[in-house]
């Protein structure tokens, strides 16, 4: 619609500038909206907004550019009512935008990121441990902006921040050493890791001796001690192969796993920049940067004893990836707990000159409970999210068995629905919301979830490949009167490309869960109304062209959400 609204903008500020008043193209282009009701336009003008250019009262303002108006393209009636002025655009339009859909190989796609490179950072766990649903957030909500900015045109770099460094390395070595052996990590993975650190935490809490063993094994690793250094870059190895797993099953890929230990050795050098630059304070042995003046708390960036901290690593990992990629912006989807953290983190860096600290972007989210219980690690109520996708493939499995038990290769649906499930309830809402995850709702086919929207995108697929699919580009359709669902339909899919554009604007990729949503309605209240395979002539070509674009968009916008496009369930 953006087209006719042009057309409409440019017309209205011609009439307006004629009769001697200021206006500017762009401002009226902003007040066309397009009305909840569809009977009154589909397009509208509110004359309250021109009051203060034109003044006059707007219903006298609407009357009078209905009289001047004349023929635009594309509408086919303008009507005054109060305050309005009301377009009703011709059903040719539709049909047109609707060639262009088809046609368009890059539909929706745009050139904004062209030549621009931007890293971002996202999922990083922390290794050693389990893939914890806590960082279902990130890991969602990191790969599908990384889609959208790839859509959009940008370079894209994904980096995975791994945590795996800090002094609890420390404990995990002593532990290591302590209470287990190659062999049983071997075997048990990381949930060996995890047992005998929590068992090191207990017994730590009655012995101080084994404070000092994990103080000291950090101070070893971090001097590079070679033994240490081989025990800890097992535990990563063995964290990473686990966590492939995990990202094979949800198609994700990264492109550095450069993480906090790699920074460990640019720490010093930081350190002494920003003693050179006057922003290091000494306070109580350790050493701070003063961000009172700023509104945040002074942050320490070296503790007494010499060691590093999550902070430091953040600085030095902004300046070595600004140097390594020349990134025009730097994202960091984490959870909202970690805003401060990043506030004090951009500040120094801009403090330190860097005039493209300006760049660095925190992307938040909130947190997320199941059946209403918050997930913490201290309450026990821990969950995997590896255990969650293999719960929710399996529940899948049933459903599918139930609704349709001759569909082909079953298990491949199930798993490309129960991930998209997960995924798509992560992405759903705006992504500082706190959500809720209960299964009934994320699996159900009919509610606003994952299943639903990868059933609609099958069953477009299913309607299409009744009709034999590529007969369907090439008809030249002459129907002429469109019924309600099928011109609300062509304006849902002519609204995809302006989602995009805000969902990359916001680093929201919920923009476009909700529009695909949408979408997905509209498309069932067409097929529900209007026969496709059974009707005929130019009626059945529009409505199979209709379709087909639907799959299109659907398809594109399981792309960007990071789901599997599935064509039969
Ligand atoms: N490992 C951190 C965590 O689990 C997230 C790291 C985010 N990225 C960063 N550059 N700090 O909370």
Redesign the pocket.
């Known amino acids: 619609m953006q087209k006719i609204k042009e057309i409409i903008a440019k017309k209205i500020t011609e009439i307006i500038s004629n009769t001697g008043y200021k206006t500017d193209e762009d401002e009226i282009l902003s007040f066309i909206d397009i009305p909840v009701d569809s009977k009154m336009g589909d397009l509208a003008l509110p004359c309250f907004k021109l009051a203060r250019i034109m003044r006059s009262a707007p219903p006298k303002i609407a009357l009078e550019l209905k009289e001047s108006i004349g023929e635009l393209p594309f509408i086919k009636r303008v009507e005054a009512v109060g305050g309005y002025l009301n377009f009703f655009v011709d059903a040719f339009y539709y049909k047109e935008l609707l060639d262009r859909i088809l046609f368009d190989a890059d539909y929706g796609r745009s050139e904004v990121g062209r030549g621009k490179v931007v890293c971002l950072?996202f999922s990083?766990?922390?290794i050693a441990k389990r893939f914890h649903v806590g960082?279902i957030g990130?890991t969602t909500i990191g790969n599908a902006l990384r889609n959208i900015y790839a859509f959009c045109g940008y370079k894209c770099v994904a980096i995975n921040?791994?945590?795996d460094w800090g002094t609890n390395f420390g404990k995990m070595i002593a532990a290591y050493k302590l209470y287990s052996r190659k062999e049983k990590v071997d075997e048990r993975g990381i949930n060996e890791l995890v047992d005998i650190y929590v068992r090191f935490n207990d017994e730590e809490k009655k012995n101080n001796a084994l404070s000092d063993m994990a103080r000291n094994a950090f101070t070893k690793l971090e001097n590079g001690d070679e033994e240490y250094l081989e025990i800890w870059q097992y535990f990563k190895d063995i964290s990473i192969k686990e966590y492939n797993k995990t990202y094979e099953l949800l198609g994700i890929s990264f492109d550095s796993y450069n993480?906090?230990a790699f920074f460990s050795d640019k720490i010093p050098g930081v350190i002494e920049e920003l003693r050179q630059k006057n922003l290091l304070e000494k306070d109580n042995g350790a050493f701070i940067v003063r961000l009172e003046d700023y509104n945040l708390t002074n942050t320490v960036v070296l503790k007494s004893d010499g060691s590093s901290l999550?902070v430091a690593?953040?600085i030095a990992?902004a300046i070595w990836r600004k140097k390594e990629y020349d990134f025009d912006k730097c994202i960091?989807?984490?959870?909202a707990g970690?805003s401060l953290?990043?506030a004090q983190c951009f500040k120094i860096v801009e403090l330190m000159g860097y005039e493209w600290s300006k760049n660095l972007v925190h992307v938040p989210y909130g947190t997320m409970s199941i059946n209403g219980e918050k997930l913490a690690s201290r309450t026990g109520n821990v969950i995997h999210l590896d255990d969650l996708l293999a719960e929710s493939i399996s529940k899948c499995e049933k459903i599918i068995e139930e609704k349709n038990a001759e569909l082909k290769d079953k298990k491949s649906v199930a798993r490309a629905v129960g991930v998209g499930a997960i995924i798509f309830n992560a992405l759903a809402n705006s992504r500082i919301k706190d959500t809720n995850f209960v299964w009934e709702e994320a699996l159900s086919f009919e509610g606003n979830t994952g299943p639903y929207v990868q059933y609609t995108y099958a069953r477009s697929s299913s309607v299409l490949r009744k009709a034999g699919m590529d007969s369907v580009d090439d008809v030249k359709t002459a129907y002429p009167d469109l019924s309600s669902e099928e011109i609300t339909l062509v304006k849902k899919l002519s609204e995809f490309p302006a989602a995009v554009n805000r969902a990359l604007e916001e680093n929201e990729p919920s923009v476009i869960a909700r529009y695909t949503l949408a979408l997905c309605s509209d498309f069932n209240q067409f097929y529900h109304n209007c026969p496709i395979l059974r009707s005929e002539g130019a009626a059945r070509a529009f409505r199979l062209k209709l379709t087909k674009c639907v799959r299109k968009v659907l398809g594109v916008s399981l792309d960007l959400l990071g789901m599997k496009r599935t064509e039969e369930i």
């Open positions: 950072d990083s766990c922390n960082h990130s921040h791994l945590g993480g906090e999550y690593r953040d990992a960091y989807v984490t959870s970690q953290h990043f």
